[in-house]
Structure formats: structure tokens, C-alpha cells
């Protein structure tokens, strides 16, 4: 089955860039979406179709895609950021959904 | 504002069946794709299944295929998923997303256990 890889842990401190990779093989053809998810909520979209930032997600969050690989990026990360970060697509055929396999971001 | 409330999650033996339902509002329910997504505790994301618009395309994670369906009554602005035959290892909490998915609702806690 298709699968989104991620690695389990990024560690920056306050005010410095954290990137957040993703690597799937159907990535060239299919838009990544990002989630971010604090400890007992519900995920929250942090960036949709690659690159476009949803209203009311602040303007350090950036997101890319060149190849097999699409990368969340936190610039001027801040403490509130914290949290477990799930990369989102789907397959070749578009029909069937799959999840990263999760980064916990600290930010200290 | 769009809005997402689940229900119907519970505890339930092995092999027993539980439907949860999603009650949708703010936003036009037929137009959209909808999906169900779980975690199982201290786990990530799962996507579970999609479904189109009218309910005529619905797709499945291969774990539950033949055992769950995903099914919507547009006129009630409602999104299910009919759980039979469940195992110890759907125990997790159960979301209600709009695709792609861009709205969550606050989940729904699935128990599997004897």
C-alpha cells in the first residue's frame, strides 16, 4: 500500500526555521496538504494543495513540493507551534487517502 | 461556520458492530466529498474511507474493507459509517472530515474490547 514518509521528530529553538519533509512517490502528481495537531485536539489544516496557507494560519508557515518530496516549513518558529505535524495525499489513482507518518515538532 | 459533530462511539466487543454518524452544518453537505479518518490512542492519522457527493463512490482503507461502510443521507446532512465485525485494533478515535480533508470535527472514541 502507499505510504507517506516523514521523519518522528524535528527540534529547533525559539525564532529558528523548522522544516518538515514528506516523501511519497505519487507526490509529483498529487497535492500535499498539512495538519497540525495538539496533544488531545482535532488536526487543523496548516497549509492545503503544496503551498496555499488557509485563513488564520500565520504567514510562518510555508509549504513546497519539488519531486517525491513536499516540506513544511515553520519560519521563526515560536513555542506555541509545538505539536505532532501530519503530512496528507493520496494515491496515484487519487481515490484513496493516506496520511504521513507524523512529526513531532518541539520548539525549546 | 462550518461544523462537524460526531456520534454513536461507545465500547463494544470484538466482533460486534457500532454505526457512527456525523451531523454536518455551515456549509453546502451535498456538494462535498466526505471522509472518515481515525487514531488509535498514542498513534497518528488513518484515513478510513471516502465517499462522493450522491454515496455512487465509496472507497476503502484495505483493513476495513468488507467490514465497515461509509454511507450519507444529503438530505439530512449526515455522513455514517456502519462498523461490523470489529477487532481490538479499530479501537481509536474516530473523525468526520469534509475532503480533503479541510474541516475535522472533534471525534468520536471507538473501544474494542472484551
Known amino acids: 500500500s502507499y505510504e507517506l514518509t516523514q521523519p518522528p521528530s524535528v527540534s529547533v529553538s525559539p525564532g529558528q526555521t523548522a522544516r518538515i519533509t514528506c516523501s511519497g512517490d505519487?507526490?509529483?502528481?498529487?497535492?500535499a496538504y498539512w495538519y497540525q495537531q495538539e496533544s488531545g485536539q482535532a488536526p487543523v489544516m496548516v497549509m492545503y494543495?503544496?503551498?496555499k496557507r488557509p485563513s488564520g494560519i500565520p504567514a510562518r508557515f510555508s509549504g513546497s513540493s519539488s519531486g517525491t518530496m513536499a516540506t513544511l516549513t515553520i519560519s521563526g518558529a515560536q513555542v506555541e507551534d509545538e505539536a505532532d505535524y501530519y503530512c496528507y495525499s493520496t494515491d496515484s489513482s487519487g481515490n484513496l487517502g493516506v496520511f504521513g507518518t507524523g512529526t513531532k515538532v518541539t520548539v525549546l | 461556520e462550518v461544523q462537524l459533530v460526531e456520534s454513536g462511539g461507545g465500547l463494544v466487543q470484538p466482533g460486534g458492530s457500532l454505526r457512527l454518524s456525523c451531523a454536518a452544518s455551515g456549509f453546502d453537505f451535498s456538494n462535498y466529498w466526505m471522509a472518515w479518518v481515525r487514531q488509535a490512542p498514542g498513534k497518528g492519522l488513518e484515513w478510513v474511507a471516502n465517499?462522493?457527493?450522491?454515496?455512487?463512490?465509496?472507497f476503502y482503507m484495505d483493513s476495513v474493507k468488507g467490514r465497515f461502510t461509509i454511507s450519507r443521507d444529503n438530505a439530512k446532512d449526515s455522513l455514517y459509517l456502519q462498523m461490523n465485525s470489529l477487532r481490538a485494533e479499530d479501537t481509536a478515535v474516530y473523525y468526520c472530515s469534509r475532503k480533503p480533508p479541510d474541516y475535522w470535527g472533534h471525534g468520536t472514541l471507538v473501544t474494542v474490547s472484551s
Open positions: 465517499i462522493n457527493q450522491d454515496g455512487g463512490e465509496k
Open positions: 494543495d503544496d503551498s
Open positions: 505519487a507526490l509529483p502528481k498529487k497535492y
